[in-house]
């Protein structure tokens, strides 16, 4: 539309495609003087952590950027994330904000749609975690540095689809540890319960059982996968240990990490043979050390 004015409607016409000449070259000519630096990897002689030796570089880097829990969060349009407060992600304390699991500590508040929001009033937080300043120092230092922050974290997670739309960045498939909490907020598997629903789907993504299989095929595939933490919240628990067996099925899959564990937080039978340790609350019996109401003594 450049150049037009509103006198004359003969200007508002649409105008022909200018014909481009094939050896046009798309970008701005780079100047002479600038064209030995451009796209160049400046050496870094001048720099002390350069003159280090590459493994303690790789110690520094790890202690920048890794061996920590990054809680990921759903922004507007893009994915954040906030280095947990807590010595580990197993002392990061668990919380129910009323919508879904959460950790008060560490991941502020979201909105209904599970999107982060800034903790009170006017305390803005970093959500890059702090790693960015290294990481964007230069050409050399990222490429050492980056596959410990992939390797070498927890990455936790809150939001089914959060985890979808991490998958496809390209160095996921380094991630060695996995922290997953979620709250079943909707029957899943349980036909009979999503039909008095009566709403056509009776569940919506996230909350529905495609984006559930399709989150235990992407964990499944992940190579180099050794640790998965996943903690389950579901008030009413299930009505039916066969639809608590469906929902459990893609699970099955994860056979990669050596060490597996899934909390929940109902009760109910043991399974045995499965790639995961099912952990259920402990149900303290009525008698010891406590009266018939359950009151101690
Ligand atoms: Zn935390």
């Not at 105008?15 to 064209?35: C, D, G, K, M, W």
């Not at 197993?90 to 699991?101: H, M």
Request: glycine residues 6%.
């Amino acid at each position: 539309m450049r150049g037009h004015s509103l006198t004359g409607i003969a200007k508002m016409a649409p105008r022909p495609l200018a014909v481009r000449p094939p050896e046009r070259s798309l970008t701005i000519p780079v100047p002479e003087r600038l064209q030995e630096k451009r796209g160049r990897t400046m050496d870094q002689l001048q720099s002390r952590l350069m003159s280090l030796p590459l493994e303690l570089r790789q110690m520094i880097y790890r202690s920048v950027v890794g061996d920590s829990t990054m809680h990921m969060i759903l922004k507007e349009n893009k994915l954040g994330h906030l280095r947990c407060k807590a010595p580990s992600a197993i002392q990061c304390p668990l919380g129910f904000n009323g919508r879904t699991l959460s950790r008060e500590c560490c991941w502020g508040t979201v909105d209904s749609a599970n999107i982060w929001a800034p903790r009170r009033g006017n305390v803005v937080e970093p959500t890059d975690g702090d790693i960015l300043p290294l990481l964007q120092t230069c050409r050399q230092i990222y490429s050492e540095s980056i596959n410990y922050l992939y390797s070498t974290n927890t990455f936790s997670f809150s939001d089914l689809d959060c985890l979808r739309y991490f998958s496809t960045t390209p160095r996921f498939s380094l991630i060695q540890t996995l922290d997953i909490e979620w709250c079943l907020s909707w029957p899943i598997y349980d036909p009979f319960a999503q039909h008095l629903l009566l709403s056509n789907p009776a569940l919506f993504p996230p909350h529905d059982e495609a984006t559930w299989e399709e989150t235990w095929r992407i964990v499944a595939a992940m190579p180099h996968l050794a640790f998965v933490r996943v903690s389950l919240l579901y008030f009413d628990g299930f009505r039916d240990p066969r639809c608590e067996g469906r929902m459990l099925a893609p699970l099955w899959g994860v056979t990669r990490p050596k060490r597996f564990e899934v909390h929940v937080s109902w009760s109910g039978d043991e399974v045995e043979g499965a790639p995961f340790q099912l952990i259920r609350p402990v149900v303290q019996e009525v008698g010891e050390g406590e009266d018939e109401d359950g009151e101690q003594w």
